[in-house]
């Protein structure tokens, strides 16, 4: 399983920015799938996720900015970021798991870069 993830750049405060992320498979097969993000000098951080069954869980920072949501048509995970801030630069990674013979596998994508900056 592969994972490609797009959309990043540079967008001005308050600006918005969609990232996706491509699945080599059906994305059906996974338990979740997840956005994460990592500025310089700091830890990787969770920015929001959803389930196979659709339910979706924000992280303080992204509520009522961001929007998860995943493409079984087309097997993509999507963010819709919207009035982003500086604050918000980072490189995005997308995440998957999937349970094989009981125990959960995870996959990454490499990665985005999102620069927010006047």
């Known amino acids: 399983v592969q994972l490609q993830a797009s959309g990043g750049g540079l967008v001005q405060p308050g600006g918005s920015l969609t990232l996706s992320c491509a699945a080599s498979g059906s994305i059906d097969q996974f338990n979740a799938m997840r956005w994460y993000r990592q500025a310089p000098g700091e830890q990787r951080a969770l920015v929001a996720s959803?389930?196979?069954?659709?339910?979706?869980n924000y992280a303080d920072t992204a509520k009522d900015r961001f929007t998860i949501s995943r493409d079984s048509t087309k097997n993509t995970l999507n963010l819709q970021m919207y009035s982003l801030k500086p604050e918000d630069t980072a490189v995005y990674y997308c995440n998957a798991d999937q349970v094989v013979g009981g125990r959960s596998i995870y996959y990454w994508g490499q990665g985005t870069l999102v620069t927010v900056s006047s």
């Open positions: 959803i389930t196979s069954f659709g339910s979706t």
